[in-house]
């Protein structure tokens, strides 16, 4: 059977610094686009999976500076802002300032998941975060935004769901943040199954 993964470039804009699955065609729009057609949504981010060359899963470990969320870990990404060509551009941008990663091929959507934020005006600002795999050119070669982000580990599926990486406890944001990278893990693995 056929890598469902697999790349058909002949139709992409050649002018693009990444390749991505035909899938992923209607997040190359920009965030305000998105939004219009997804009313029930205010704001969007993304998030990124990014395994190396042994299967495991890069995670990042907020800075104990941050007002929101200190010393939490997660995968790199950020909201999508106005500039950003697409969602898909926002991603990949995202990947290089937290983690001094260089995309070069979008895999695919791993999943997305909702949240909101209480405004001080009372209004909920509702999100939603669409998280990306993506292949880069050293995965090993990160290089953290020390104002975001203090640690990084590679994490193999079963330190995610232990929430233990050798003597490192890894306390996520919510549950959520951690059923979506085990979601990247379960996506890896039935790639790998149909291949």
Do not use: C
């Amino acid at each position: 059977m056929a890598d469902s993964t697999a790349n058909n470039t002949s139709d992409q804009d050649p002018a693009l610094p990444f390749e991505y699955h035909p899938s992923l065609q209607e997040y190359l729009v920009t965030e305000k686009e998105y939004l219009r057609r997804n009313p029930q949504y205010h704001v969007m981010s993304t998030g990124i999976a990014v395994f190396n060359k042994e299967g495991k899963l890069l995670l990042v470990q907020r800075a104990a500076t941050e007002k929101a969320f200190p010393l939490l870990w997660e995968i790199p990404g950020g909201k999508v802002d106005e500039p950003d060509e697409s969602i898909l551009h926002a991603a990949v941008r995202e990947l290089k300032e937290e983690a001094g990663l260089d995309a070069t091929r979008i895999v695919r959507k791993v999943g997305h998941f909702e949240f909101g934020i209480m405004r001080r005006t009372g209004r909920e600002e509702k999100w939603i975060k669409q998280i990306f795999e993506m292949e880069v050119q050293n995965p090993e070669a990160v290089v953290l935004d020390p104002i975001e982000h203090q640690e990084y580990l590679f994490a193999s599926e079963e330190e995610i769901v232990k929430e233990q990486a050798g003597d490192v406890t890894l306390k996520y944001i919510t549950p959520d943040n951690k059923w979506i990278k085990l979601e990247a893990f379960r996506h890896r693995r039935e790639t790998a199954a149909s291949s």
